[in-house]
């Protein structure tokens, strides 16, 4: 099969399941209860799953072997980008009901930039072998970082991106329901939506200078590396809905992930001496990910001092 015929049913699946998330997930600005995410959540799990079939069928069991612990790794990571996201929330006190909207937008959004990181990697790998030691002691030095410091702290004032849109665009003080620009007093205006939307996005860019080089460690299909990429943020919105309630009980989740970024980080730095195999990658990924939820849950019913009260249906 021609490698632009793959990429063609890759890009139609993508905006397809993109469309059919707009138009079904939380519709209008109806707040989204925990039971409805609950169920979209498995449902986009065993999508990201199931869609290891299609690229057995695409490109061959090597490359769905591959699939598999990308999507694993990059969906592990993208659950971090759920702490930021309730932090930028709370900063514009975005209502619960409007919040779908924002990361959706901010999905697209990184589906597109993660894109153009994808072949901007792949074609420094290509050309300069030595970067990829250059990728795997990034993330281990990321890694590291992570684990010293698992608590997360964003200052939304100091981000540059905000600061140049609150300079070519004013900011209108209140929220008009769920848009992002209006007229008032003839002029047009950038509601809060935006100022927050702009903030997903940029943020997602950070994570992804973490979450791509390490999905090379583990293939350098650039399909796959994308299709784990896509894969992954699909259902995003139902899954920060999910844990919205509950993130800060996983207290040890960072740290979890940084053992995952630090395993991949030495796998591409020992790439040309031992080489890995994908399911030992795999297996070790779950196992260490399963360890710190399973740890951060038995850590925060202790604190509770019993078992853990059952999330609000609409909580944030």
Known sequence: MSDAWTWAVLATIVVAMLAFDLAFFGRGSKEITFRSALTWSAAWATVGVGF?????????????????????????????????????????????????????????????????FIFAGAALLDAFHWM?????????????????????????????????????????????????????????????????????????????????PAIF??????????????????GLTALYFLLAGMIQRFRYLSLGLAVV????????????VYKI????????IVLVLTVAIVWSLRSSREKEGGPPDPVSATSS
């Open 52 to 116: 290891v079939g299609v690229v057995w069928w695409l490109r061959g069991g090597a490359a769905a072997e591959e699939y598999l612990a990308g999507f694993v790794i990059e969906k592990s990571l993208s659950i971090d980008n759920l702490f930021v996201f309730a932090i930028i929330f709370s900063y514009f006190a975005v209502p619960l009901a409007m919040q779908r909207r924002v990361i959706f937008w901010g999905i697209v959004g990184a589906i597109v930039l993660r894109g153009i």
């Open 132 to 212: 990829v030691y250059a990728f795997g002691g990034f993330l281990v030095v990321t890694a590291i970082r992570m684990a010293r410091h698992s608590e997360v702290e964003i200052h939304p004032e100091h981000n540059p991106a905000l600061r140049l849109l609150r300079r070519v665009m004013p900011l209108t003080p209140d929220y008009h329901g769920d848009r992002f620009f209006v007229r008032s007093g003839g002029k047009r205006m950038a509601t809060p939506l935006v100022a927050a939307f702009v903030l997903v996005a940029t943020f997602d860019v950070v994570f992804a200078v973490d979450s791509i």
């Open 217 to 234: 460690a583990v293939t350098d299909d650039t399909f796959v590396v994308y299709a784990a990429n896509a894969m992954s943020l699909l």
């Open 261 to 272: 970024l630090g395993f991949v980080g030495i796998k591409m730095l020992i790439s040309d």
């Open 277 to 284: 195999s994908i399911p030992l990658s795999l297996g070790v």
